[in-house]
Nanobody, 130 residues
Framework: QVQLVESGGGLVQAGGSMSLSCAASGRTFSSYAMGWFRQAPGKEREFVAAISWSGGSTYYADSVKGRFTISRDNAKNTVYLQMNGLKPEDTAVYYC???????????????????????WGKGTPVTVSS
């Protein structure tokens, strides 16, 4: 079992920055990849970014590449999402996710199109005003 708790959401103006955190507990944090997903009002949940178990590789959705950075601190059992250059279309509830069977960032990103991760946080809302 893995428990995930997101924090850091809120309201920000377009062009601004925001950092999200996801604290994990349960199974050995450093043994699986972690990812961030988001769901905008009226839309399906979509993949945002993923990071490998070691933090050595990352994978991003095209829509956030160059603006968002995912990182992790295995000593603190925490994964982060630094969001810069925010746009109104980034408005969504952001979720972190984990799957004990996925260890690489690319696998999480590619599998997310057809596979539901095992563990999800409850989400944190991010609103970007124009």
């Amino acid at each position: 079992q893995v428990q995930l708790v997101e924090s850091g959401g809120g309201l920000v103006q377009a062009g601004g920055s925001m950092s999200l955190s996801c604290a994990a507990s349960g199974r050995t944090f450093s043994s699986y990849a972690m990812g961030w997903f988001r769901q905008a009002p009226g839309k399906e949940r979509e993949f945002v970014a993923a990071i490998s178990w070691s933090g050595g590789s990352t994978y991003y959705a095209d829509s956030v590449k160059g603006r968002f950075t995912i990182s992790r601190d295995n000593a603190k059992n925490t994964v982060y999402l630094q969001m810069n250059g925010l746009k109104p279309e980034d408005t969504a509830v952001y979720y972190c996710a984990a799957d004990l069977g996925i260890t690489t960032a690319q696998a999480m990103g590619l599998m997310s199109e057809y596979y539901a991760m095992d563990y999800w946080g409850k989400g944190t809302p991010v609103t970007v005003s124009s």
